[in-house]
């Protein structure tokens, strides 16, 4: 099954600066994704993005808002129609008019199955948090203490390990890397510092 979009375009940019609210988002979240864990790996994003924007970009409230919307909305479809991951949230959003870059952002989450590539910081952004995010959450979760204490050098040590959350891809994790210019230390900690109270 090819995740495969087919397009390079999305939204209409008459809609830039079409954002939704907060509390329409995690309404669409709760009634398309019943999987709380789920759930909370879009939350974790959308809190890593978030900060990410305001600190590292020195993004307005209107630009963070963006980037957060795109962390919470990114796996929107993925519980519901698998097979069509991506696919529907990016038409849903489209339907409801929302900022054009959001939906690109979405889009971009993982070029090698969408196949849309990430142009700007916030696309190239989402990929490198998204299995990042996942798979520190996993690091966490194994701990008696779970994110107190937490190092970046135990996470590096895990990510060696083929076995140990197996599903993420260290393939998808270096490619992301490789495009940005901040180290994987680096995202690892601001992921251990910015998700760590989302619940
Ligand atoms: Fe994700």
């Not at 090698?112 to 798979?135: C, H, Q, R, T, W």
């Amino acid at each position: 099954m090819s995740h495969k979009l087919d397009r390079s375009s999305f939204g209409d940019p008459a809609n830039a600066g079409n954002l939704m609210t907060i509390e329409e988002a995690s309404a669409l979240l709760n009634e398309w994704v019943p999987n709380e864990k789920l759930r909370l790996h879009m939350k974790q994003v959308a809190a890593v993005m978030k900060a990410w924007a305001i600190e590292k970009e020195n993004a307005d409230e209107q630009t963070a808002l963006k980037w957060e919307l795109a962390g919470l909305l990114h796996d929107a479809d993925w519980e519901k129609y698998p097979d069509d991951h991506c696919r529907i949230i990016i038409e849903e959003l489209e339907k409801r008019n929302i900022d054009p870059d959001i939906i690109h952002c979405i889009a971009s989450h993982g070029p090698g199955y969408f196949g849309v590539e990430p142009n700007n910081n916030m696309d190239k952004m989402i990929y490198a948090f998204d299995e990042l995010s996942g798979f520190v959450h996993a690091a966490a979760l194994i701990r008696p203490t779970r994110y107190e204490g937490l190092e970046v050098k135990s996470v590096l040590k895990r990510l060696k390990s083929p076995a140990f959350a197996a599903q993420v891809s260290r393939e998808d994790i270096n490619d992301a890397i490789s495009r940005i210019n901040i180290s994987l230390e680096e995202i690892i900690q601001f992921i251990i510092d910015h998700q760590k109270d989302v619940n």
